[in-house]
């Protein structure tokens, strides 16, 4: 019985601890701090990647990666020895006359020199390596974003907020002392990343053509081609699936050994390449993926020149989200001013703030703001600051989410809510 109950209790932390981390990667209920292009980068590639590696590595699935036959010769052969050597000397050079399907075929008949496909058992690190670049544009903005969004998110996400009042004042207060006119360099910071997933794209579509051989830039249309054909057609002479070619499942071995004259002796075998029914699949996937990624960037690119180009476009973004509160407010001459004369890190700011506050919080706290630059010109800037903070000053920063931050908007330690951290 206490058996049972152990195996329970570790199952249920097991559960427990991956629903943490997937909870947290995925970010469920957490502040957004970027945008749904940005997370097709950091999140679902990543992912893909990251299950592709782990795909290509189930022998249970797809078994052995590699098996041989080594013909009359077999019978003097360890075979886990002949594999072993196979998986990592075995090459594309198979004799044209041999009929196998997937084979000679289907080979380039330029090569000049040996090509080994010894490559394959990178694959899954290789995948791994992709998914880790994936990722640097999201650790990277999240140094640069230093917790800003989860500052004005503190109490004023849920439903039902507590003193309104003073937290929007205070909000209000810090928004004009620290972020107006200051923050164009964190707007820039985010494009700059944007602009990164996008180089990153297109160096991995060169990256694994390289790791391929190059036989991968233009490999997903070639595939779909090749089965635009109808099946008589697959089949003539000079004919080549684009699968077989650039993953072959058939290769051939020349296995030396001692033989019992105390002399060399040479051993071609024809391998098997199991593993690679899932490849060609698997980076067929990820080149369509990664050809709807890049377009998505670079649309996201130009939409995002013409964003900072338009103000009419910057308050029309808002208002998209706050169009039922935007009716009803009386003050909409203001906010609309207040929105189109602002520089382009107070509008980023404000925009991510309307994705994760509390949606009537925030048509207060935007009014609010909007009446104060319009009428009290309470916001004007400094002389010294009105060109934004420079990168090595926003660097220099304090994070956001720290505790001591948490009391700068109202200057009142003993009034703010240090429960909430």
Known sequence: ????????????????????????FLE??????????????????????????????????????????????RGGIEQNVL????????????????????????????????????????????????????????????LW?????????KGTTTRFIEDQDEKREKLVQFFCRNIHN???????????????????VIFQFYLTHRFLHSRYIDYGFKVWQYYLLPPEEQQMPGVINPMCYT????????????????????????????????????????WWWFIFVSIISFIRLIYRGIQCR?????????????NRYFKKSSKIRKIEEFVCSCKLGDWFVLYQLSKNLNRPFFMDFLTALSVRYTDKNQCAEDPEETGGDNLVTMLLKPSYTTQDSTKEPGKKGDNDDDDDE
């Open 1 to 24: 019985m206490a058996f049972f109950l152990g195996e329970e209790s570790i199952m249920a932390e097991l559960v427990g601890a991956v629903t943490k981390v997937t909870t947290g």
């Open 28 to 73: 469920v209920n957490a502040i957004s701090i970027d945008n749904w292009g940005f997370k097709l980068f950091y999140k679902w590639t990543t992912s893909l990647l990251v299950f592709c590696s782990v795909l290509v590595t189930a022998r249970q699935f797809f078994g052995s990666p590699i098996q041989c036959d080594a013909g009359a010769a």
């Open 83 to 142: 594999e072993s050597y196979c998986w990592m000397y075995s090459t594309f050079n198979i004799p044209r006359e041999y009929k196998g399907a997937c084979s000679a075929g289907d080979q380039d008949t330029n090569l000049n020199t040996i090509v080994y496909n010894s490559y394959y058992q990178w694959v899954p690190l290789f995948l791994i390596f992709l998914a880790v670049i994936f990722y640097l544009p999201r650790c990277l903005w999240l």
């Open 145 to 153: 974003e230093g917790g800003l969004m989860k500052f004005f998110g």
């Open 182 to 200: 200051k923050y164009n360099i964190y707007f820039c910071g985010f494009i700059f990343c944007e602009f990164l997933n996008f180089i990153i």
């Open 247 to 286: 993953f072959p499942r058939i290769a051939s071995c020349d296995y030396w050994r001692w033989g019992t004259g105390g002399q060399q002796e040479s051993i071609n075998a024809i391998c098997i390449l199991a593993l690679n029914i899932i490849n060609d699949k698997v980076f067929l996937v990820l």
């Open 310 to 322: 338009s103000a009419f476009i910057r308050y029309q973004l808002i208002n998209m989200r706050m």
